[in-house]
């Protein structure tokens, strides 16, 4: 299985990026794939997630700006972010599980992408 994430970028606060994250090897589509985020000097944290149902779930502080989803037929899974700010600096990684059940543990997603850099300066 690989993951091909791309997408990032640098923006000034307030512009919008979008991710993809294309995956080989495994069809994903009734399985979770997910993006989290690794800010700088942090820990990785999670962001975004699509169940093998196809619901989505968020981090709370991100809703209403980051919107997640999969194309099922591309196996590919795309982060759209909006009114980005200086605290979503990072480096952004997709990650996916063989499974119908999402995790929000970083241990639980057993295959990564490679992580694109996000910097958003104010």
């Known amino acids: 299985v690989d993951l091909v994430g791309s997408g990032g970028g640098s923006v000034q606060a307030g512009g919008s990026l979008r991710l993809s994250c294309v995956a080989t090897g495994y069809s994903f589509s009734n399985a979770c794939m997910a993006w989290f985020r690794q800010p700088p000097g942090k820990e990785r944290e999670g962001v975004a997630r699509v169940g093998g149902d196809g619901s989505a779930t968020y981090e709370d502080s991100l809703k209403g700006r980051f919107t997640v989803s999969k194309d099922n037929d591309a196996n590919t899974l795309y982060l759209q972010m909006t009114d980005l700010q200086p605290e979503d600096t990072g480096v952004y990684y997709c990650?996916?599980?063989?499974?119908?059940?999402?995790?929000?543990?970083?241990?639980?997603?057993?295959?990564w992408g490679q992580g694109t850099q996000v910097i958003v300066s104010s």
């Open positions: 990650a996916a599980r063989p499974s119908f059940w999402c995790s929000e543990t970083t241990i639980d997603w057993p295959y």
